[in-house]
């Protein structure tokens, strides 16, 4: 690994601070140390920290710099991993923001090098962020809500519907859509094909809103993050929003609905469409026609067929 320009070296002093800036930027402050060894500072098990240099040495040759390299200092990290107090690696994504932090001088610094391993794998899946979640209190929503719905169904789900936000049912079970939109949605699922085991059900937000308001501006920031990362560790092939909260939200508009429901658009790779809510559906039953339309345009992509009974629309 190089990890100074070949043209104009940087002082090994600078290459620490800029690697020691870097994980406190990431909020990693501790690490394991090597008890064994001399009492020189060590910042991986038996990697030794040389002296920083002389002040006449802020400028060194390549060859005067060999043995102060974070290579060379760091030389038997692939013997004894590095491992991240208390809460395990940082995300891809958190490292990028991280860097860029930096001074541009030091930026280039600062690419996890392949001789540092962590003990576990940066990868997210649904578990870890639920834990990261926690009992959640970031928003105002908390105040009023019994329980938190993260999310269920398949972890891998080629198919995602993502909704606006728990109801009273949802609210008391923990889970999504299981009050009268939910046993609609449940039969527009198995009206694909599929069933609920199938697929994957999300919402913009993961509390209750008091008496089914739609969620403000302030709780959806606070709130898709998370679910930004559910999608990232589910990796679907489609995304169908259910309702304008749901599509607004993930499409960056404040256009209507009806302007733009049917349509394919791109979601960090994954094709997204948006339909209306179940609990539309319930109010304007006449709108069930459409959304069998928009549905069947997902069973295309995915290669399904209705089964025999085939309707014209959802039942219910």
């Not at 800036?21 to 020189?40: C, H, N, P, T, V």
């Amino acid at each position: 690994m190089v990890i100074m320009d070949s043209t104009r070296p940087v002082p090994a002093h600078k290459q620490l601070e800029a690697w020691l800036q870097y994980f406190d930027d990431l909020g990693i402050g501790s690490f394991y140390r090597d008890r064994e060894g001399s009492s020189q500072t060590k910042l991986v098990d038996g990697a030794r920290i040389a002296e920083p240099p002389a002040a006449a040495e802020t400028e060194c040759s390549p060859a005067a710099a060999e043995g102060r390299t974070l290579p060379t200092l760091l030389e038997r990290a692939d013997e004894t991993p590095l491992r991240v107090l208390p809460d395990g690696p940082p995300t891809a994504r958190v490292a990028d923001e991280a860097r860029r932090t930096l001074p541009p001088e030091l930026r280039a610094l600062v690419h996890p090098p392949p001789l540092l391993r962590f003990d576990e794998p940066v990868v997210e899946n649904l578990e870890s962020i639920s834990a990261d979640l926690g009992d959640c209190t970031r928003c105002k929503l908390h105040r009023k809500r019994h329980k938190i719905v993260f999310g269920a169904g398949n972890p891998a789900a080629a198919l995602v519907f993502v909704g606006e936000g728990p109801g009273h049912d949802e609210d008391m079970q923990g889970l999504p859509f299981v009050g009268r939109a939910g046993k609609l949605l449940t039969q527009m699922i198995e009206a694909m094909s599929l069933t609920r085991d199938d697929v994957y059900i999300a919402n913009i937000v993961k509390c209750r809103p008091p008496e089914n308001r739609t969620p403000q501006e302030d709780e959806i920031a606070t709130c898709m993050p998370f679910l930004e990362r559910q999608l990232g560790a589910i990796k679907p092939e489609i995304i169908v929003c259910l309702g304008s909260t749901a599509a607004q939200t993930l499409l960056g508009t404040k256009k209507s609905i009806s302007a733009f429901r049917g349509q394919w658009f791109d979601y960090q790779g994954a094709k997204l469409i948006s339909t209306y809510h179940p609990a539309y559906l319930l109010r304007n039953p006449n709108a069930k026609s459409d959304v069998w339309m928009d549905l069947k345009k997902v069973m295309a992509v995915l290669g399904l067929k209705p089964p025999a009974r085939d309707a014209s629309r959802p039942r219910g």
